[in-house]
C-alpha cells in the first residue's frame, strides 16, 4: 500500500483566510496527496517555506504521470489567500 504522511487542506483558495492557523513541520518522508478526481483528495495543499506561505492545488495526474497543478506563493507577511485570482481555464 502507500505509506507516507497526508494533509488536511482547504477546499478552495478562497477558504484560505489565515494561513498562520496550519502547523508546519520538516519532515524527511513524503506527504501523500491526491487530486481532485480521486477518492483521497484532502483539497488545497498549504506550504510554508521561510516566512513565505504558498498554496497547491493538485488537479489531475496523466497517463505519463505528470501532474497538473494550480499554485499560489504569496508575498513575505501574506497569509490571507481569500482574494487570491482562479487560475484561466485551461
Given amino acids: 500500500g502507500i505509506t507516507g504522511r497526508g494533509y488536511t487542506g482547504v477546499t478552495t483558495i478562497h477558504d484560505l483566510t489565515d494561513a498562520t ?3 508546519f513541520d520538516s519532515t524527511d518522508g ?3 496527496f491526491g487530486t481532485e478526481g ?5 483539497g488545497v495543499l498549504v506550504f510554508k517555506q521561510g516566512s513565505i506561505y504558498g498554496a497547491l492545488r493538485f488537479i489531475t495526474i496523466n497517463a505519463d504521470n505528470s501532474v497538473d497543478i494550480e499554485y499560489w506563493i504569496g508575498q513575505a507577511g501574506v ?3 481569500r482574494n487570491a485570482p482562479d487560475a484561466p481555464p485551461p
Fill in 21 to 23: 492557523s496550519y502547523t
Fill in 30 to 32: 513524503s506527504v501523500v
Fill in 38 to 42: 480521486s477518492t483521497c483528495s484532502k
Fill in 79 to 81: 497569509t490571507d489567500f
